[in-house]
């Protein structure tokens, strides 16, 4: 069908271009080793592991100038990363078991790094991912310098039996830079070697004693997945028919008068964990009212009459949206995106009727009403597309949608095309 091959290529074609448009480059800026900031665009890399080096420009005709953890002392993408150059110590000794020793000795190598600030306040927690899967957490309070938090796996032989433990070391590290914090009791012992368990305590350090700068989370939303919302909004309809037999001439005849109609629902996002949000699958289950009307006339000389005719289609249903959603990051709360997907939607108290009223030329009148169509679909599939934008939890967008229409018959052609204006609000 003509519309659907249409609908498929913009589909295509708006993924393409959203892609391409920004291609790595996401809104950010650097502190260079002065303290001055430069607002820009960095090229975002998803980093799976800590950058040796970014790639920073002013705007989008600058070329890209590279930045070493040696050449500047910050970068934060607007899109959530907080990285801080460092000269740390820290441990390269192995975590698989093939490549474990006997020691609990780290192997320590010093270098300028760029650590992910996961927590930040009066005790800041940083992050490093090294090649090898091994993972090392730096703890920085006060005015002492960013310390590993150490936990080297080895091989301890016990009555002759072999077995992989780990050292530990970082309970008592904990104690030691975090122990004026008397609430947090022997908490120390109970955590365990993660990024969830350090920020926790990390996090309540920092609200020890009441201090006047909490904590701060950094890429909070990080491991966050799914995210429930409301969604509402109004809509007008065209609904259009075509056949070259006669037979349909007054479902073709006429133009259908575009109605405002209203839509509500739930939404239910599945937000990419590490593409800062920017990615997500949004999925909607929404009722949409569906009334259109239309009003026609034709003249038949060989009867010497004249038809009047008018049809109503009510065409409510419940529908299902699943659309890929791109947000990109500015340096204000205001996100703009751009979204396409697919739509299925089943007919719920859907009906139609035509009203035909015939005028001979001696002064008679005839009048019939009988279905406008016998026998319609009950469910339909289309594509959709929109561009918004967000504010915290509030969403507007407008969206376009191409759907199959009510006929069933093979003769009669039909498609629903709607336009929306929808307002949203996410729960988190």
């Known amino acids: 069908m003509n519309f659907c091959k249409t609908g498929l290529a913009a589909l295509l074609l708006l993924l393409s271009v959203g892609a391409s448009a920004q291609k790595n480059f996401v809104e950010g800026y650097v502190v260079n080793n002065a303290g001055d900031t430069l607002r820009g665009l960095i090229d975002d890399k998803n980093w799976r592991m800590n950058p040796e080096a970014i790639q920073f420009r002013r705007n989008a005709e600058e070329r890209p100038v590279t930045y070493t953890p040696a050449d500047i002392s910050a970068f934060h993408l607007l899109s959530g990363e907080y990285y801080r150059s460092k000269v740390v110590q820290y441990d390269q000794s192995p975590v698989a078991l093939a490549e474990l020793g006997n020691s609990s ?8 790094l760029f650590l992910k600030v996961e927590v930040s306040g009066k005790a800041t927690l940083y992050f490093l991912q090294q090649k090898n899967n091994k993972q090392n957490f730096f703890l920085e309070t006060g005015g002492a310098g960013a310390e590993e938090l150490l936990n080297v796996k080895y091989f301890r032989f016990q009555n002759g039996d072999k077995h992989a433990v780990t050292s530990q070391q970082y309970k008592s590290q904990l104690r030691n830079r975090l122990g004026d914090c008397n609430a947090l009791g022997t908490k120390f012992y109970e955590v365990e070697y993660d990024l969830k368990s350090f920020r926790n305590v990390i996090e309540q350090y920092n609200r020890c004693g009441g201090q006047e700068q909490p904590s701060v989370r950094r890429d909070k ?21 075509s056949s070259e037999e006669l037979a349909y001439s007054d479902l073709t005849a006429g133009t259908y008068a575009k109605r405002v109609n209203e839509v509500a629902g739930l939404s239910l996002d599945l937000v990419f964990p590490r593409a800062h949000r920017q990615y997500m699958i949004h999925s909607e289950l929404v009722y949409k009212g569906n009334y259109v009307t239309n009003a026609f006339e034709r003249t038949e000389p060989a009867r010497r009459s004249t038809i009047k005719g008018d049809s109503w289609f009510r065409m409510n249903c419940v529908q299902a949206n699943v659309m890929f959603r791109y947000h990109r990051a500015t340096f204000t709360k205001v996100r703009p ?7 299925a939607a089943r007919s719920v108290g859907a009906d139609n009727r035509m009203i035909l009223e015939t005028s001979y030329s001696w002064g008679g009148t005839n009048r019939t009403e009988r279905p406008a169509l016998a026998v319609t679909n009950r469910t339909t599939a289309g594509l959709a597309g929109g561009i918004g934008a967000t504010w915290g939890n509030f969403g507007l967008e407008a969206r376009y949608e191409t759907a199959l229409g009510p006929s069933a018959a093979r003769e009669l052609r039909s498609s629903v095309n709607t336009a929306y204006a929808l307002a949203s609000y996410t729960l988190r």
């Not at 000795?105 to 300028?112: A, C, G, I, L, Y």
């Not at 919302?229 to 109004?234: E, F, M």
């Not at 995106?337 to 739509?343: M, R």
């Open 221 to 241: 939303d990080r491991g966050k997945t799914f995210e429930f919302g409301l969604v509402a909004g109004v809509h007008v309809t065209r609904l259009k028919f």
């Open 337 to 343: 995106f751009f979204q396409a997907g697919v739509i």
């Open 105 to 112: 000795d780290p192997k320590w190598q010093r270098d300028t």
